[in-house]
């Protein structure tokens, strides 16, 4: 899995003016079962998605239709994780 880390470099009001397409796009992957968590980060500085992929390569292709990444409203930071504890209500999804 991959972590993604969110980081706005345009103001609130420009963040807000695309939310709903970002919502939208949460929901698209939510869907396919690729993305596992998403939330915003402490002080709205960001976010955080959990990408049940198993490359960046594949991770970056996605959030390349971010609508945040397409109004160029926030930053992205990739992290491969592999998880080897977790609640056993998960392990289907790892």
Do not use: C, W
Request: glycine content about 4%.
């Amino acid at each position: 899995m991959i972590v993604v880390t969110l980081s706005y470099k345009k103001p609130l009001a420009d963040v807000d003016a695309v939310l709903t397409e970002h919502l939208a796009f949460l929901d698209t992957y939510y869907a396919q079962k690729k993305f596992l968590v998403s939330g915003r980060r402490e002080n709205r500085i960001g976010g955080v998605i959990i990408v049940l992929v198993d490359s960046v390569t594949e991770a970056k292709q996605i959030m390349a239709q971010d609508p945040f990444f397409i109004h160029g409203i926030a930053d992205y930071d990739f992290m491969r994780f592999e998880a080897t504890k977790y609640l056993d209500e998960i392990n289907p999804l790892i």
